[in-house]
């Protein structure tokens, strides 16, 4: 995205691209040059809330490509849900509150379950999608003596069935 932050950033198609940076989302369309044309930068913050102490941090994909989800750690932690468009931009859908200074983020079953780690309290919260990339929290949390400390990323393995079931998953 831009020099002056370190972003993540996701491939939608061989020409379009999204990526969070300074508590934003961008929306950028590859030209045939290979340059980048930004398209659309929207807040993660609600109208009216200062950036002022956070920033964004993570960015995943529905495997449909459908919604877009970005956290913002710091002053303001949340999971913002975007639909991406078909002419590559983005609409803010719904904010939800994320655990204290989210980073690491991975969708699992399918792009049914998100998983958003918390760094300051070493934690792991799960969140069901449901139709249209809303969010429901689903109750269930990974704590501090199950996870490592000031989690930042991870990866999602396949559990088995009864596992799955034991969590009404």
Not at 16 to 35: E, I, Q, W
Not at 134 to 151: Q, R
Request: overall charge negative; charged content about 15%; aromatic content about 6%.
């Amino acid at each position: 995205m831009t020099g002056d932050c370190q972003s993540c950033s996701a491939q939608l198609s061989s020409q379009d691209k999204l990526g969070v940076c300074h508590s934003t989302v961008s929306a950028f369309r590859s030209n045939v040059s290979g340059t980048l044309e930004l398209l659309q930068t929207v807040s993660l913050l609600p109208d009216g809330v200062s950036g002022q102490g956070s920033k964004a941090a993570e960015i995943v994909i529905l495997p449909d490509g459908s919604t877009l989800y970005a956290t913002n750690r710091g002053k303001t932690n949340l999971i913002v849900a975007f639909r991406i468009l078909d002419d590559g931009t983005v609409e803010a859908i719904q904010r939800t509150q994320a655990p204290a200074f989210p980073r690491g983020m991975a969708l699992a079953l399918d792009g049914t379950l998100l998983l958003v780690a918390g760094q300051s309290r070493s934690e792991v919260v799960s969140y069901r999608v449901q139709a249209g990339g809303m969010l429901s929290y689903t109750g269930y949390n990974l704590t501090a003596a199950s996870v490592p400390p000031h989690p930042a990323t991870f990866g999602v393995v396949e559990a088995p069935a009864p596992l799955l079931n034991f969590f009404d998953i």
